[in-house]
Each structure stands twice: as C-alpha cells, then as structure tokens.
C-alpha cells in the first residue's frame, strides 16, 4: 500500500520550511524499518517525507510523484529493487537513489550502483544516517556504509583482473541461446519451441545459468551476461 505524507508536504513552501533541500519517498516492505526511516525524515527540518511503498509495483506508481530522493530496499515482495532503482534512474535521471538493504556482499552491492544507486546503506544503522546520507548525496557525495565499501574495490579489482574474455563465465552454446531468447521476452513454453525441448529442460539449463552466472533471477543473469559479454542484445 502506497502511504502519502500530508499534503502541505506534497507542495513545500518557504513559509513554512526556508531551509527544506529535498522530498524524500521510500520504498520498503518491512514496516519496523519504514516506520523508523519515516519518523526520521519527518523531523528534520531540512527534509520533507512524501510517500512509502511496499512493493516495486507501488514503487514504480511512486515515480510520478515530485520528490527529489528515494530510499530502496533490494529485496521486495514483488521483484528486485535493482531492476526498479535502473528503471528510475532511466526515467529521472536527476532522482538521487540510495539503497537501504540487508544485503552487503559484493555483488548486490555493485549491481545496485552499476544501476543507478548513489548510496548504499546496511540495515541496521542508526535511522538517523539515513537523513545524513540524503544530505551526502544532494551535495554530490556518495554515502556507503564502511562495511560494503571494501566490496567495492575487491570487485572492481576483480573485474580488472579478468577482463579478458576467456575469464567469462562459461555458457554452453544452448545456454547462450536460451538466455538470448528469455532476454527478448520469451516464456519457457516458447523457448523450449523454438529448440524443440521439453519447458523442464529449459529450466534446468535456466539453472545451470544461474549457477554459474551466480544470479537468482532472470533480470539479473541477462545484465551479467550483457556486461561479461556473453550476449549482444540489440534495440
């Protein structure tokens, strides 16, 4: 359920706030969470809390609302926040987004700033740094919790380490084959079609995909696969 803070905070004015910087919308389905974050927002002088969503559908409807910065969690009820922070980002590229998320290993940490994520904070902190971070990065920082910035540099390490291609993953031609296709849309049904399979067969190559691409979705192996070059996808 999508909740709005009350309308006089939908439209600032100097009246009533002269030193307001920035609206601020969440997206969290963990109510202890959204409720501190809220509280948090709320009393600052500097900030004003627009509207909370559970889900990334009510996260997407959220988009066309004014604010100026939105908090994300990766893990929602309906889909990964990653793939909601890169549509948003695409479609307001000047929204500052930071996450808000239990996960702190590397690669959910990358994937959200390659993105489109301007911060990312661990769950756990002081709500009170969520308010700091939005201040952070309204004045062109790039507030990270301590704990995941040496994920960071490990990655990026890593990344230049292998860049050859003979470092990517290993798909077999199949496998390439079946994630081009799931990139454009296709259902199993469909896929297993065109290869003339059975669906539970492409599922276990959707696995071994996974497996090795070291990802849990489809939205997710499609971008690894892009950025490790193992597929093309054209416009």
């Known amino acids: 359920m999508i909740s709005t803070a009350p309308a006089a905070k939908l439209a600032p004015s100097p009246l009533w706030s002269p030193v307001l910087i920035a609206r601020v919308a969440l997206v969290e389905d963990d109510p202890i969470l959204r409720e501190a974050v809220t509280r948090t927002i709320s009393l600052a002088e500097d900030l004003a809390f627009v509207a909370a969503a559970e889900t990334a559908a009510e996260g997407r409807a959220l ?21 909601l922070i890169r549509e948003a980002a695409a479609k307001r590229p000047a929204l500052r987004i930071i996450v808000v998320s239990i996960f702190g290993d590397a690669q959910s940490v990358v994937r959200a700033i390659e993105a489109g994520a301007h911060g990312y904070l661990l769950k756990g902190a002081d709500p009170s740094e969520a308010a700091e971070a939005i201040r952070t990065v309204l004045a062109g920082g790039a507030p990270i919790s301590p704990a995941v910035a040496g994920h960071i540099l490990a990655r990026i ?3 230049a380490n292998s860049a050859s291609p003979a470092a990517a993953p290993l798909l077999s031609d199949k496998e390439i084959a079946i994630l081009t296709e799931l990139a454009k849309g296709f259902r199993y049904k469909e896929v297993a079609r065109l290869h003339g399979i059975s669906p539970n067969t492409v599922g276990d190559h959707v696995k071994s995909i996974y497996r ?3 990802v849990n979705s489809r939205s997710e192996a499609v971008f690894e696969a892009v950025q490790a070059g193992i597929i093309q996808l054209k416009d």
Request: aromatic share 4%; net charge negative; proline share 7%.
């Open 63 to 83: 988009l066309d609302t004014p604010f100026e910065v939105l908090l994300i969690d990766l893990a929602l009820p309906d889909g990964s926040g990653v793939d």
């Open 157 to 159: 390490r890593s990344r």
């Open 212 to 214: 090795k691409l070291a």
